[in-house]
């Protein structure tokens, strides 16, 4: 089995280390527990976070194994480690017990019980580094082979944004060879039109309108089964459509769109986690959109600054320069805007939050609810109403045990110091 593991760094990933393990998020066209999956050819067993993640539960995610034993045999991954999905097969190297990634260790391969107390808690509260001969209990790690595969690291959470279209690149390709594809090529009239060198992938089950165009010239495009592009819309790779998700009516440009969203308007250089709302018109870039999100028409975020400077971004440690001249906004988990709501440069909006009307600052804390900050807090029932209700809406129902976990969220993150007020 496979055991992803958030060190110290993963858990200060906000806004969406607040109500999910970064294995759960998606990196180019995969979740990246998905991409590991695909890589190391065995399931995912479990995740190792922060507590307050315990009892998390989404589709196919494993459960947190915090504090539990890992058993020979297992690999525990590093979740800010991202593996090119057109690379070597593990299988190529079979006695391979340590994966590395432009030299760091990215993964091991357990070949006794990490039973070792203090190791355990170690991970447990994020402090330790996989280092093969401090990971394996028995010793042998100085001397374990190491497979090198060719990857990305994510050291910052703006890192996903800076790689997503590089991973794009290379992951559409790849996952092509294993589905059941067609291609799109150029046409003329009211059929589809191709233009560019790449390829445009659609998955059977997939639909593609008359009157659509997809421009290859920068990269390839994928559309999962259930996907619909619909007349008049221009996608342009590398660009990446997920199961049951729908694109319509203006640029989809250069992003990744997880299962069963909706996405309407000019969307350029984004990531959507699944099943989240763009439904209307307004211009969004270079953001991150937690699963349950929806933006209320007119939505805008920035994603460069007048200045053309590079943007600075709030995170746990304080606000800093992220190096990138263009980032937008960063939506935690079941954040909803209102109608024509501008979002700044480098905004960060906290899971649960909902705001409306005024343009809000650069941090919005979780479950933060009004107008214009100073803001209410989201009541804790209304929240939990409002989310059934989304969810209901695609055919998902938040069970007791989902309600019962983001009222525990919603406690903790009224005590939680870390964001502004």
């Not at 039973?115 to 580094?129: C, I």
């Not at 233009?195 to 997809?214: C, D, K, Q, R, W």
């Not at 699944?274 to 209320?296: M, P, Q, T, Y």
């Amino acid at each position: 089995m496979i055991a992803l593991y958030d060190d110290a760094v993963a858990r200060r990933f906000e806004p969406f280390a607040t109500s999910r393990p970064l294995s759960e998020m998606r990196a180019g066209a995969l979740l990246i527990r998905e991409r590991w999956e695909m890589v190391l050819g065995v399931e995912s067993g479990g995740f190792v976070s922060a507590p307050h993640l315990h009892g998390f539960a989404e589709f196919g995610a494993p459960p947190c194994v915090n504090g539990q034993p890992l058993t020979a045999g297992s690999w525990l991954v590093n979740a800010r480690a991202l593996p090119f999905l057109d690379g070597p097969a593990i299988d190529a190297s079979p006695t391979a017990l340590v994966v590395t990634i432009n030299g760091r260790i990215a993964a091991i391969r357990l070949d006794a019980d990490l039973r070792e107390v203090r190791t355990v808690a170690a991970l447990a509260d994020g402090s330790h580094v996989l280092v093969h001969d401090r990971a394996l209990p028995d010793g042998t790690g100085d001397e374990a082979e190491a497979l090198e595969l060719d990857g990305v690291w994510l050291d910052e959470i703006w890192d996903l944004i800076d790689t997503l279209q590089p991973l794009l690149r290379r992951d559409i390709p790849a996952l092509a060879t294993r589905l059941p594809v067609t291609t799109l090529t150029g046409s003329s009239g009211e059929a589809p039109t191709v233009l560019g060198a790449h390829m445009v992938y659609v998955e059977a089950g997939a639909t593609v309108e008359p009157m659509s165009v997809f421009d290859t010239s920068a990269g390839p495009v994928l559309l999962r089964r259930g996907a619909q592009v619909q007349a008049f819309t221009r996608v342009i790779g590398p660009c990446y459509v997920g199961h049951d998700s729908i694109v319509t009516a203006d640029r989809i440009a250069g992003s990744s769109i997880g299962d069963a969203c909706r996405v309407h308007g000019e969307l350029s250089t984004s990531i959507f986690i699944g099943h989240a709302n763009k439904g209307h018109d307004g211009f969004v870039g270079h953001s991150i959109f937690g699963r349950w999100v929806n933006l209320g028409a007119g939505t805008i975020t920035s994603n460069l600054k007048n200045t053309y400077g590079t943007v600075a971004l709030w995170t746990p440690d304080g606000v800093r320069d992220s190096g990138l001249q263009f980032l937008g906004t960063m939506f935690g988990d079941h954040v909803k805007t209102g109608i024509g709501l501008r979002l700044t440069t480098g905004c960060v909006l906290g899971a649960g939050a909902n705001v409306f009307d005024t343009m809000p600052p650069k941090v919005v804390a979780p479950f933060s609810w009004g107008a214009r900050a100073p803001y209410e807090r989201f009541d804790a029932l209304k929240f939990v109403q409002t989310a059934e209700r989304m969810m209901a809406r695609r055919g998902i129902a938040l069970d007791e045990h989902g309600q019962r976990w983001w009222t525990h969220l919603h406690a903790r993150c009224a005590a939680d110091g870390r964001w502004p007020r």
